[in-house]
């Protein structure tokens, strides 16, 4: 398609009151910014992002990700304000497409809609019961005339209940005309975008509203705004693995990072959170488990148990309240509270309740590696760097700080003593 995108991004978002750049913040795992960024991958090759506030920061996160996007930097001190962001912008295609940074939601069939039509400009307009905070546009004979900004409205312009959505599709050509020649003469003293709709108008052209849903063009300015565009994110992506016949119970309660990727028949359970780049595979997650950056083939995780980042579980049970981290398991049972943690477990292991990889010398990471058809007792300590090879037995309650070989029992524990009849002279007791 011949169309080229720009997405305005300098903006500083003073209403998220933080020192992280309003684009950065994010939305299923992913800053709002690289949500617009894929969108608009889906409809050109010829993307540039405006940036000022933070800019090098933001760039770099960008170019970690993504390439071929080209940048602008605008100067937003001598040019502030929308129209300020495209002073020296140029596009290759036809046409302009216009987003915003701060508008996740926005999805690419519904730009289709507006980069589809014939007219000189297209713009997004929201209809909306409280139009507080936007620019009222004003349609007359289903052609756009005029956009004023909230602080510029008179009492009658303020009751318009059409708003701009902020994003427009533009022919490139009129916006290499018109950018130049904007002024600041308004209420904030910044170079509307928007005034480019007055030229147009003089010029007798012809600008096209197309109405939108407010839930796909909400812009993110404060961190309500983004926990209502986090319910909308979550809620389509729950419901596309759903259609992909993932199972999950209680869908409102359980959380899943836009990174993440089902195959098979997985079964979710409430409560669940499933953060960052994760693979799941005919698996099942119970109830309150957190999974994070991590592969689950053919296992079932939980309830309650953690999986942190770099874990590879095959074939695997995990029950309550066991915690792995950066750990392969391929085979085993880990049924009750345990830390597996920098180790590699073959299969037919069992790791009994309360084992604990001491992973950590108070300088350095060690790893643990266990091999196959290893029986662990309860409450036994594995300290790192350590090697167990196949067939060996470790008794309930060990320490072990030495490699064992092949079909050992691996025993460190004091004798049992037993004192006849002690309870009866501490406590006075008569039998
Ligand atoms: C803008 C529109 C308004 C519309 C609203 C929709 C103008 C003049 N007004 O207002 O009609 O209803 O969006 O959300 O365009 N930005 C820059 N450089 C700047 C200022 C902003 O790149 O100097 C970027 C921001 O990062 C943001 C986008 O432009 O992504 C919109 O800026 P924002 O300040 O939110 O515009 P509004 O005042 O909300
Ligand atoms: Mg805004």
New binding site residues.
Partial sequence: MNVSVVI????Q?TRMKSNLP??LHEISGKPMLFHAIEVAQKISDDITI?L?HEADMIKSKIKEIYSNINFHI?D?VNF??????MMGVSTKYEKTLIL???MPLVTDEALHNLIGQKSDITMSVIKLVNPS???RVVIENEEVKH?V?QKDCNEEQLKIND????VYCIKSELLKKYIPTLKNDNAQK?Y???DIIEMAVNDNLHIKPIFVNEEEFK?V?SKLDLSHAEDIMQTRIRSHWMREGVIMRLPNTIYIDSRAIFEGECNIENGVSIIGNCHIKNSHIKAGSVIENSKITHSDIGPMARVRPDSDLIDTHIGNFVEIKKSTLNGVKAGHLSYIGDASVEAGTNIGAGTITCNYDGKAKHKTVIGKNVFIGSDSQLVAPVNIPDNVMIAAGTTVTKNPSSGDLVLSRTTQKSIANFFYKFFGTKK
């Fill in positions: 305005l991004a300098a903006g978002g309003k684009v405006i000022f605008q937003a502030p304000g929308t129209g300020g962001a915003n940074g701060d905070g936007y620019g956009i900004e708003v701009n959505a902020g910044e509307y975008l928007t812009g300015n």
